[in-house]
Structures are given as C-alpha cells and as structure tokens.
C-alpha cells in the first residue's frame, strides 16, 4: 500500500503499549512479528502454530512462510525470529492453549478467533487501527502495512549507516532484497516518502539567507 507510511521509534513503542484487551496478546505478537520480520499482512496470516514451533515446542530460530503463501516469491521466505518477537509470540502461544482459545495443534492458524477461524485481514486492519487510534496517532496513512514500511525504513537507515562506515554495501539493493521485492521499483515507492521529508526539509537550507 503506497499510501501507507512508517512508524517513528516513539511512535512504534506507544503502538505496542496500546494493545489491551482480551485479545493483547495476540494483537501485540502479531504486530510485534510483522514489525520485525517485515512480511505483508496476508503472509503474517497464513502462519500456523506450527510454522513458529519445533516438534519438541521451542520456537524456531526462523519462520518459514511457504511458497503458497507469499507474493511472487519464486521461493518460501525465512525470516528470523528476534527476541522481542520470540517473546510475544511465547506469550501469545502459552495464552492460546487455554479458554476461551483451547488450541494446540501444530496446524491451527497462529491468530485465530475466539472461535479457532484464522483471522483475515479486514480483521486484522481493525485491529491495528484500533491500536493506533488508542496510542494517539492519526488514523490518516495507518494501516495493516506499516509495520512493513517500518520494518523498511529501518532497515535502510541501518544499510545507510554501515555504508557510511566503509562497508561495501548498497543500503537500496539491500533493503529491496529484505523486502522481497522483485523489482526494484517497488522499493522506490517504499521509500518514497524519504524524499517528501527531504523536500519538506529543504527550506532550513537557505534559512537565514538574504539577497
């Protein structure tokens, strides 16, 4: 979604403060997972319990979306699970074995209803903006992939700052490669809105200046 932009660092951590409920668990892992794997909403949904679990119940060291479930991926996408990840997701999966969830199964959907149906994206994008809303943020330009954008973003700035270092590295090429994008247009448009904050930026460049 071009229209979609990326969380501050600030903003970010209110978001995740912001789920509460019943269901915060649930919310926060999934956000929390998205935000730091960077994989599109329909993806995030596809996972089973199984796809973030090891037979002896211990969280994989990284997920595995299949194939089916990606966008024009020529292959599955393996994603590392982070600690923040692995911890919400702990919280989540211990939450879910229990009433009113009561599922268990490797291959139950990994965010489910009350009622065990995977949730979809309608769904989903309720409750994020639910979630931004309660953190104060305006809804405008919030949706389902900006914890994409973020996870985007963040990732070229870190690219840019090792480039900026010395390491031979192209912080585009290597953000797009993250992102999985085939081409490298798509990650223009991700990254587009660097330069409106440029061009917003741009008059602080003569301030003070007289002719």
Not at 81 to 106: C, D, F, T, Y
Request: charged content about 25%.
């Amino acid at each position: 979604m071009r229209g979609c932009r990326p969380l501050t660092t600030e903003e970010t951590q209110r978001v995740v403060r912001a789920f509460a409920g019943r269901t915060a668990r649930r919310d926060r892992s999934m956000f929390v997972l998205q935000l730091t794997t960077g994989v599109r909403i329909s993806e995030l949904l596809s996972l089973n319990r199984g796809d973030v679990l090891t037979a002896d119940g211990s969280l994989v060291d990284q997920v595995l979306i299949r194939r089916r479930n990606t966008k024009g991926a020529e292959a599955g996408l393996r994603k590392s699970l982070l600690p923040i990840a692995g911890e919400a997701l702990s919280r989540w999966l211990e939450e879910q074995k229990n009433p009113p969830w009561g599922q268990v199964i490797a291959s139950v959907p990994l965010f489910t209803t009350f009622t065990g149906r995977r949730l979809s994206r309608q769904h989903a994008y309720n409750i994020y903006r639910r979630a931004y809303r309660q953190a104060g943020l305006t809804l405008n330009a919030l949706g389902t992939h900006t914890p994409r954008k973020t996870y985007g973003n963040r990732l070229y700035e870190a690219y840019l700052e090792r480039m900026q270092r010395g390491e031979n590295i192209d912080p585009f090429r290597a953000t797009s490669r993250m992102l999985a994008h085939k081409s490298i247009d798509s990650t223009e448009a991700y990254l587009a809105f660097r330069e409106e904050q440029a061009q917003q930026s741009l008059p602080a460049v003569v301030e003070g200046i007289e002719l």
